[in-house]
């Protein structure tokens, strides 16, 4: 008991050294570019791509009926999105890994855009129990280099696009069983929901 205390000692100092990240469960897109893990270049780059659509408007992207939630619906989405986890576990000092990670999508404002809502199990080091996460991405169609995704947007249009998509029935049901899941991971768990403590503090104070 004594030696798993000076470890889970020892794992909270580390924690309060680190760079954070937002580790909120559910995260609505327009998070900044600080939350992305993307560098300050290749975001300009993805906002580029994404002015480049604004000439043609998807207008049925708005309306749940016209644009459902597809699960794992486009492989090339799919594997972008795990390229990005891929990233984010090597550029992050605290998570481990980003498992079981399971893609839905919407189309986005503009033809060629979609939005990602990715649903993972964070493993953070040093604890065991993984925690739920869900979150919010924006994806660009480039005919030159495949999809770029991006957690970050800064066109207020687009911004607002994603809050109402995220805001339809079958988007809102996935949100709450990740929270409801994510509430049983922390509870199970102490060592967990001390840890998250400590992620969520460090992060306030950055």
Known sequence: MEEREKAHSGSRRRYRKMVILPF??????????????????????????????????NHRSGFAQLNPLRMEE??????????????????????ESYDDLCIYTKEGKYLGTYVAFARYDMKIKDVYTRVPGLSTLYIVEDKENGYRVSASVEDEKVKSHIQ????????????????????KAVRSDALLKEALADLENAYKEA
């Open 24 to 57: 909120l469960v559910i995260s609505v897109a327009a998070a900044g570019a600080a939350g992305s893990g993307l560098t300050k270049a290749k975001v300009q780059k993805a906002q580029k791509t994404i002015s480049d659509h604004l000439y043609t408007e």
């Open 74 to 95: 486009y492989p090339e989405i799919t594997a972008a999105v795990k390229d990005y986890y891929s990233q984010q576990e090597e550029e992050t000092g605290f998570i």
């Open 164 to 183: 109402k998509i995220a805001a339809h029935e079958d988007v809102q049901a996935l949100m709450a069983e990740t929270q409801d899941a994510y509430q």
